[in-house]
Each structure stands twice: as C-alpha cells, then as structure tokens.
C-alpha cells in the first residue's frame, strides 16, 4: 500500500481496468457489476426506492421530523437525497418556463408532442414534457378545454386543468408557458476510486469481489469519515445505530446469481444491471441513439474511466447537467490529492519540531 | 430523526432548509461589495440542495480534539527540552500537559464516534490512505509516552526513563500537530480540501500558539523565554497562513466572512494578536505571562472551531461544488479547444 505514495501507481486516482484486483482478489473473481440508470426513460415511480427499502430492510429515512407527512415542498420528491437510510432516491425536477425561455431541451417549439407520437413511446425530445402548441406549430395548437379530447396529432395541455396558484411565482397564463419533468434515479457508484473505502479507519468499508463497495455494519465504527469523504454525497452515518450504510448493490442477492432489488422492480428498465463493460457498451449504443434522434441534450455521466473518480460502477444517462439532478459536476476523489497532502503536512511537522528546537536557541537570557 | 437525535447532531440539523433553498442570483453574498474577490457565478443546482453531505463529527468535540492535540504535540517538545536545557517548571508544565492535552484529545475523539465501543477497531488495520488511521497510531504511541513521561514527572520515579520516553513523546509530537490538516483536507468538503496546502502550516501555527501558551502560563519567568518565542512565532504564523488561505480560497472563502465561522476567525485573530504582544511585552510578569498565555490558548481553540465551521458550511452550500467543478471544465475546454457541452446550456 506504501507504493501508492511513489506516485507511479495509480490506486488512487486515474484509469484502473480492474479496482477487484487492485484491492487484493485474485485474478479469478467475477467480473465488475454495476448500473446504467438510464434516465430518459425513468417514469419516476419509486418502485426502486421501495424495493431497496424491502429487500435490505432500511428503516424510515426520517427526513425533516419537523413535517408529519415529511414533504419536501419543493416537488415531487420527498425523499430528499441519498442517505443512511435512502439507497435509492429519485430525484424530480420540475420547471415551469414561460415560452421564448425555452430551448428543445424543455420540450418547447419546435417539437410540441404528438398524441400518437406518445402512444407509440417515441418522445422527439426524449423527454417526458407537456407542453402546449407554440406559436410556430399552430397546427398542433391544443384545446384551451383540456378535457375535450384531443383530436390524434395534437397535445395535450394538461397545464389547463390545473388551476394557476402561482405555486411556481409564475404570473404567466398557461397557455404561454412550459413544463418540463426530468426524473432520475440516483444511487451509490461505487466509484473505481471510493473516497469513502480511502478514508474508512477501520476497514469496514469494502471492495467486494464485485468490484462493488460495501459497508461491514459489524466492523462499522460510526467515526464518520466516510461522510464528508464521498464526492457524492451518498454514505450517511445512521442515528439510531450510529454506523454508517449505503448501497450495498444488493451484495447479498449477487452472490445467489440474482439481480440486484431496484434493477428487478424498475417497471421501465431505466435501471440496469449487469457486467459493468456491457453496461458501458449499451449506454454508449442509447447514447447514440438518442442523439440521432435529435436529442443532443442527452448526455453519460460517470461512464468515462478517465475520470476524477476512475469511472462510476453506477453511471447514468442525463438529460441535462448533472448539478440539475444534485450531482456534481466533475467530482474528483479527495485522495487523489493525498501524496501531496502527507508530503505538506510531514514538511510541516520537520518545521514545528525546528521551531520548538529553534525556540531554545541561545541558551538562557 | 427524532428531535432527541437532532439534538444530538446539532451541526447536521441546524440545516435550514429553506434557507438551503433555490437563492436568487442577485440575492446572493449581497451586502458584500467590494469584499467579492470573485466574479458573482451563476449555478444550477437541485433545489438549492447541498450536494455532498456535511460532516457529521460532533462539535465540540473535534474541533476540541485538534485543539488539545495542537497543545500537546508542542507541549512535550518544551518538556523535554526545557528538562535538557534545566527549566524545570518549563519541563513540568509541557510535560503534564503534553499528557493531559493527549488524554483529553483521546477521550474526544473516542466520543466523537458513533459506535465508541469500538473504538479499538482502528486499531485493528494501518491504512496510510486514511489520516484517521495514521492519526490513531500517531496519537496511540503519543499518548501512552507522554503519559508515561507525566507519570514519572509527578511521582519522581524513574527520571531517566521518564526522560527518554518525553523525548520519543516529542519526536511524534510535530506529527500529532500537523496530521490534522490532512484530516480535514483529504475529504470533499471544498473550503477544506482546496486548502490543503496552507492549512498544515494554519494548524503547526495553532499547535505552536497554544503549547507556547500553556508554557507561559505554567512556567516561571525564569524558564519561560522559549515557550514565549515558539508561541508568538506560532501566533505570528497562524494569523499569516490563516488570512493567506482564506484570500486564496476565493469563493471557497466566503464561509470564512459570514455566519459563525466568520465571528469565531474574528475572535481567534484577535486573541492571537493580544496574546502575542502581551507576550512580547509582559513575559518578564508572571501575571501577564499567564494572561498572554491564555488567551494565545484560547486564540489557538478558536481557530479549530472557526475551520470546522467553515467546512460545514462549505459543504452545505452547492455553489462550493458546482462553481469550481464548472470552472475547471470551462477551463479545461478552453485550453482543448472543444466543447463538449450540450446545447442545452442556454436553458439556464
């Protein structure tokens, strides 16, 4: 392990083929699982969320006690964010724009959505938007009564049959405005290079030999440096046990050859689990479809190995920037850094220890 | 979260979530002005939600931890040495407290875990990725040499080994003051790794500014000229590596100029520099020697909860992660000369 401080290997921070056997399996463990959550097609049903919750027996998330219903008030979403006790979490976004503030990416004009087009699946934007007819496609203008069904060709406004409260500080009427849902299910990505499995004092966390990572709950000793060490925000230490949990990618269904409990319950197959080099492979194949569909906005995220964290075992398919579904940007595993830190912090402590000898120079005045 | 246990994080729960929610642009740092060393940056984020989770170490009693560590990793080194240079009440003080800052740091660090009974299991590998490893089996020999040391100090029993375990005690000393910096700085809380470069040299300063304080409180006037010297060159350092890491942070920066972290940098200042020229000036008093002391001592603490604050609210804030991340992909673009960026950047 000491070799990882000469700089030449790469265990902390760049490409790495294989992250099983850079953490000590022999050459014959399975191959490196993992999830492609493909979010184009994510209906944000939260089955996965439940799944998890009933297959590894995850307690209540006991988000903000403060609210008996536990509402986040700021979308569908009340799960929050991933935590000790939320191993799925499906984020929501909801936008409200007035038209003209909208680009293709916000299922805006051009590409108002057509009925049989939706009942086909095939979405021009990828996305799961309403909107009502723009200015440019007049012809596709709908029913200002949305509950008089639209003729075949045309949208569907739903926007009308709610009233305008003003929820969303728009002022604007509802016809000249969009909307636009974005849904993804986040997870643990068990990441080629874990801040968390870095930090971990006891060695509680874990490489399985799935190349997945896994918290040891016996060996847990709830110090909580895993925390603030995961670029992601995933791992959260528990109240109530004091230790700390996160996905475990299902480490207990893998080894009965089943798929993990979120991937089984996914009705629309936005979770994907499998060997982690076909995964790549079938995200890049949709990535390419997608985008010769027209829908340049989507984009992989996690999936480049070259990445600050070495490549994700649970990467995802996005249909805007990351930070919009509260993920970062570009994350780079805190122990990349880490040669350099021992280096600073060694050449610091030569120099308290001079100035202590310092300190004394000159004998007695 | 029952109300019991939000009680017992009282650093996580005082999370406001409204206020961590979707802030107006213009709204945002205003009042600032001129203090701005940074562009104002636009950011999207997921409802305003932090992103990386805040670190969930109790205060006080980590940031007291680095404090009695920083006391004690200085403090033995003025113990032995002032033994070796014939200071005796300079040996007694850093000696005893080299041991007590050590004892008390333990019991600190082992309450600050979730699962204190376990506290052993640290002990159970030695990962150099982890500095709360390398910590433990830093502050583990620390501990009992030091102690070893206080015990032969108070009961006069065995000089010559109590002599030779403080000078071990002070050899592993610095290591105790300065591995703290790596602590902090090898997570992805971004006002704390980004300073991963000064803060050892904040922390050494801290260290120094408080072993040199308790040695001019405890020591006589006679003995106590290089525990006076180490705490204002201590003091003189902290103050200068602060006030350099918080200009070099640039927006990172920001926590340290608002809310508690701000007030308790202000104060750590302030004690810093009243200790040290009371230091300078009234070493030859034994009252003012002591005063000097004490409050280069309470200087020291503050700055340890002054950075634990401002890492919490770092990592609370998304803005931390999401405008720097942002940044370095602009830059990284600009100098390729790609754009990899979706068209959809205009939605924003």
């Known amino acids: 392990m000491w070799d990882a401080f000469s700089g030449a290997a790469s265990s902390l921070s760049g490409p790495l083929p294989d992250p099983t056997t850079d953490a000590g399996w022999s050459g014959d463990h399975p191959k490196r699982v993992g999830f492609f959550t493909d979010t184009s097609v994510c209906i944000g049903c939260k089955a996965c969320e439940v799944a998890c919750k009933e297959w590894n027996l995850v307690p209540d998330d006991g988000t903000d006690a403060s609210d008996l219903y536990r509402l986040t008030g700021m979308s569908y979403d009340n799960t929050g964010d991933l935590g000790a006790s939320s191993w799925r979490h499906v984020a929501f976004i909801e936008d409200v724009r007035p038209h003209g503030s909208a680009t293709a990416a916000h299922g805006g004009p051009p590409s108002g959505v057509p009925v049989d087009s939706l009942a086909t699946g095939f979405l021009p934007s990828g996305l799961p938007a309403v909107t009502d007819g723009a200015p440019s496609t007049p012809t596709l203008r709908a029913p200002r009564d949305a509950a008089t069904a639209p003729a075949p060709g045309e949208t569907v406004d739903l926007l009308a049959l709610l009233p305008d409260t003003g929820a969303h500080g728009q002022q604007t009427p509802d016809d000249e405005r969009d909307v636009r849902w974005l849904m993804s299910s986040d997870v643990c990505k068990h990441c080629t290079h874990a801040g968390c499995l870095d930090v971990c004092p006891t060695g509680a966390l874990f490489r399985t030999e799935y190349g997945t990572v896994v918290v040891q709950d016996d060996i847990c000793n709830g110090c909580g440096y895993c925390v603030p060490s995961c670029p992601y925000g995933v791992i959260d230490v528990r109240e109530d046990d004091g230790g700390a949990h996160k996905c475990t990618l299902c480490y207990d269904r893998l080894g009965a050859g089943m798929e993990p409990a979120c991937a089984k319950a996914c009705p629309t197959n936005s979770i994907q689990f499998g060997d982690l080099d076909e995964l790549q492979a079938a995200a890049d194949a949709r990535l390419a479809e997608l985008h010769g569909r027209g829908v340049t906005e989507a984009r992989l995220y996690g999936r480049d190995p070259d990445d600050g964290v070495g490549g994700d075992g649970a990467f995802f398919l996005l249909l805007d920037e990351p930070e919009v579904y509260g993920m970062p940007p570009e994350p780079i595993v805190t122990t990349r850094d880490l040669p350099e830190m021992w280096r600073n912090a060694a050449l610091t402590a030569v120099g308290l220890g001079a100035a202590v000898v310092a300190a004394f120079w000159g004998g007695r005045k | 979260m029952t109300d019991a246990n939000a009680a017992e994080m009282p650093e996580r729960a005082r999370i406001d979530r409204d206020a961590v929610k979707p802030r107006g642009q213009k709204s945002r740092r205003r009042g600032r002005g001129d203090e701005l060393q940074v562009p104002e940056a636009e950011f999207r984020s997921y409802y305003g939600r932090p992103i990386i989770k805040a670190p969930v170490w109790k205060n006080p009693d980590v940031p007291l931890y680095l404090f009695l560590g920083g006391l004690a990793a200085t403090s033995s080194g003025l113990g032995a040495l002032g033994g070796a240079t014939d200071r005796p009440t300079l040996r007694r003080t850093g000696r005893l407290a080299a041991a007590a800052g050590a004892a008390g740091g333990t019991v600190f660090l082992v309450h600050d875990l979730h699962r204190p009974k376990r506290f052993l299991h640290m002990l159970r590998v030695f990962k150099p990725t982890s500095p709360l490893s390398v910590g433990t089996w830093i502050l583990s020999p620390f501990a009992t040499f030091a102690a070893a040391t206080a015990a032969s100090e108070l009961t006069g029993l065995f000089r010559r080994a109590g002599d030779a375990s403080g000078a071990v005690a002070a050899v592993i000393g610095p290591a105790l003051g300065t591995y703290t910096a790596v602590l902090f700085s090898n997570t992805a809380v971004p006002t704390w790794h980004e300073a991963h470069r000064e803060l050892p040299i904040v922390f050494a300063g801290s260290a ?131 754009d990899v960026a979706p068209p959809d950047r205009t939605f924003a």
């Open chain 2, 208 to 338: 120094a500014a408080a072993g040199g304080g308790m040695g001019l409180v405890g020591a006589s006037v006679r003995d106590n000229v290089p525990a006076a010297r180490l705490a204002v060159a201590g003091a003189v350092v902290e103050l200068a590596a602060g006030e350099f890491m918080e200009r070099k942070l640039g927006l990172l920066g920001d926590v340290y100029q608002k809310g508690r972290a701000h007030t308790l940098m202000r104060a750590s200042k302030a004690c810093l520099a009243a200790g040290a020229v009371g230091a300078v000036l009234g070493r030859r008093h034994r009252w003012s020697a002591a005063l000097s002391g004490l409050a280069l001592m309470a200087g020291s603490a503050l700055t340890r909860f002054g950075v634990f604050d401002a890492g919490i609210a770092s990592a609370n804030d998304p803005a931390h992660i999401v405008v720097p991340q942002r940044e370095r992909i602009r830059q990284r673009q600009a100098t390729t000369g790609t």
